[in-house]
């Protein structure tokens, strides 16, 4: 069974940081491109950051671009999204997604990945 597992949310004050960790099993995404979406209350499930399967290309939505950072470990089978200078309006569910399609990709479209980690919270105060 593949499972994405997704930690580190949580409450952080405008302006602070926090690192998501997404964890895949059951099989490698090691050739797939990987990303993090993020979901709002009463809004629709948006891009936020993507990785082709080397690393060598990154994409951003222009909404995080400069503050955030997606990154991969082929070798440990992670994606991880480290977030700087965070704002009261990037709080949302985030959720890691795997295209389980090899590819040198990074796709910033949803209907892309098929596979889809249970979402972990980050709430910024402002």
């Known amino acids: 069974q593949v499972q994405l597992i997704e930690s580190g949310g949580g409450l952080v004050q405008a302006g602070g940081s926090l690192r998501l960790s997404c964890a895949a099993s059951?099989?490698?995404?090691?050739?797939?491109?990987m990303a993090w979406f993020r979901q709002a209350p009463r809004k629709e499930r948006e891009f936020v950051a993507a990785?082709?399967?080397?690393?060598?290309?990154?994409v951003y939505a222009d909404s995080v671009k400069g503050r955030f950072t997606i990154s991969r470990d082929n070798a440990k089978n992670t994606v991880s999204l480290q977030m700087n200078s965070l704002k009261a309006e990037d709080t949302a569910v985030y959720y890691c997604?795997?295209?389980?399609?090899?590819?040198?990709?990074?796709?910033?479209?949803?209907?892309?990945?098929?596979?889809w980690g249970q979402g972990t919270q980050v709430t910024v105060s402002s």
């Open positions: 059951g099989r490698t995404f090691s050739s797939c491109p």
């Open positions: 990785i082709s399967w080397r690393g060598g290309t990154t």
């Open positions: 997604a795997a295209d389980s399609r090899p590819s040198g990709y990074a796709w910033s479209q949803r209907d892309q990945y098929n596979y």
